[in-house]
Each structure stands twice: as structure tokens, then as C-alpha cells.
């Protein structure tokens, strides 16, 4: 499962040549842009995923017991990774169901357990950020997020101001210098 950096400008040619779209768009933080990553791109592309997964899995931290993927980005490559390294996952709601049992993370028991929260893109954090907030209050143990991809350019005080450690399998810096 090592990393090569020729794997990673292979992966991050493909991102930009199939998922970059170029237009006006308005991104979950409310912020216009001029571009987009269509994850669902790269989530619906087996050997896409497998190569994200691939690349993503050396940087799980170790003692990790759980990963935590955010509905909706988050869980297929949670689910890849999970694949890959035989670590069980979390499939994790923006909110707690209102029905049934209630829940949040649907999957193990987490209370007391190291868990990495796991995103496709970032870009402000918001979101990671209060998911993580939720996992916690429920006993989660959770300092790092794994992402696909971080548009933030190392910039997202959510994620910061929770104490949370971002590591990402590709950064807009990369991939604007990888090109198509």
C-alpha cells in the first residue's frame, strides 16, 4: 500500500480530466466559484476509487479502530478503504434519524473508540466539523479527517477551532500543477 508519487499526479490527472468542472458554482459553504470537483465522478469510477482508497490508506492514522464516512461523499470511499484495510466503518448522517432507532452513525459501537472521519472534499470544513461535533458528544474519539480532496488551500478555521488534523490525498495546489 505505499504511496508512489507518480500514482498520485496519475490520480490527480484523472480527478482534474474527469471530475473538474469548470462554470459557475455555488459550493455547500455558500461560496461562489468557478469550479467544481463532481466527486461522485471519482465515488462512482471503481478503478478511480480503488486508486483514491489506495492512496489514502497509508495516511490513516495508526491506532485508528473506525472509519467514519460522512454522508453523503464520504462513505463510498470509507467503505473502500474499509475494503482495502479491513478496518470497519461508520456510515454517518448530517443529523440523527428522527425514526426507528435514532441514530446517527449507523454501523460498531464507537463510544470510547479512535475513530477518522472521512470526507470526499473540503473546502471550509463546516460540515466535517460539526459531523465530528455529533461524534463526539456520542463518545467518539476523533482528532483527524482524511479527505479526498482540500480546495481549502490549508485554510478551515471549523476544522481548526475544533482541533482537528486535516490530511488529504490531493490539494488544489496539486492538482493545479498536475494539470489535465
Same mark, same amino acid.
Given at each position: 500500500?505505499?504511496?508512489?508519487?507518480?500514482?498520485r499526479e496519475?490520480?490527480?490527472?484523472?480527478?482534474?480530466q474527469?471530475?473538474? !468542472? @469548470? %462554470?459557475?458554482?455555488?459550493?455547500?459553504?455558500?461560496?461562489q &466559484?468557478?469550479? /467544481?470537483?463532481?466527486?461522485? #465522478?471519482? +465515488?462512482?469510477?471503481?478503478?478511480?476509487?480503488?486508486?483514491?482508497?489506495?492512496?489514502?490508506?497509508?495516511?490513516?492514522?495508526?491506532?485508528?479502530?473506525?472509519?467514519?464516512?460522512?454522508?453523503?461523499?464520504?462513505?463510498?470511499?470509507?467503505?473502500a478503504?474499509?475494503? !482495502? @484495510? %479491513?478496518?470497519?466503518?461508520l456510515l454517518?448522517?448530517?443529523? &440523527?434519524?428522527? /425514526?426507528g432507532?435514532?441514530k #446517527?452513525? +449507523?454501523?460498531?459501537?464507537?463510544?470510547?473508540?479512535?475513530?477518522l472521519?472521512?470526507?470526499?472534499?473540503?473546502?471550509?470544513g463546516?460540515?466535517v466539523?460539526?459531523?465530528?461535533?455529533?461524534?463526539?458528544r456520542?463518545?467518539?474519539?476523533?482528532d483527524?479527517?482524511?479527505?479526498?480532496?482540500?480546495?481549502?488551500g490549508?485554510?478551515h478555521?471549523?476544522?481548526?477551532?475544533?482541533?482537528?488534523?486535516?490530511?488529504?490525498?490531493?490539494?488544489l495546489?496539486?492538482?493545479?500543477?498536475?494539470?489535465?
Amino acid at each position: 500500500m505505499s504511496e508512489s508519487l507518480a500514482d498520485r499526479e496519475a490520480l490527480g490527472r484523472s480527478v482534474n480530466q474527469r471530475c473538474r !468542472l @469548470t %462554470g459557475s458554482f455555488t459550493l455547500r459553504s455558500g461560496q461562489q &466559484a468557478d469550479f /467544481y470537483f463532481d466527486k461522485y #465522478l471519482f +465515488e462512482s469510477d471503481p478503478v478511480l476509487l480503488q486508486s483514491v482508497a489506495t492512496l489514502a490508506a497509508p495516511l490513516i492514522p495508526p491506532g485508528t479502530e473506525l472509519l467514519a464516512g460522512l454522508e453523503l461523499g464520504g462513505v463510498p470511499v470509507a467503505t473502500a478503504l474499509s475494503l !482495502l @484495510t %479491513g478496518l470497519p466503518q461508520l456510515l454517518v448522517r448530517k443529523e &440523527a434519524k428522527t /425514526y426507528g432507532t435514532a441514530k #446517527l452513525a +449507523e454501523g460498531p459501537d464507537f463510544s470510547g473508540r479512535r475513530v477518522l472521519v472521512v470526507e470526499d472534499v473540503i473546502t471550509t470544513g463546516g460540515q466535517v466539523a460539526m459531523s465530528t461535533d455529533e461524534l463526539r458528544r456520542r463518545g467518539a474519539l476523533v482528532d483527524t479527517v482524511l479527505c479526498v480532496i482540500d480546495r481549502s488551500g490549508g485554510h478551515h478555521p471549523p476544522l481548526d477551532e475544533a482541533g482537528l488534523t486535516v490530511r488529504s490525498v490531493l490539494d488544489l495546489a496539486f492538482l493545479d500543477a498536475v494539470g489535465a
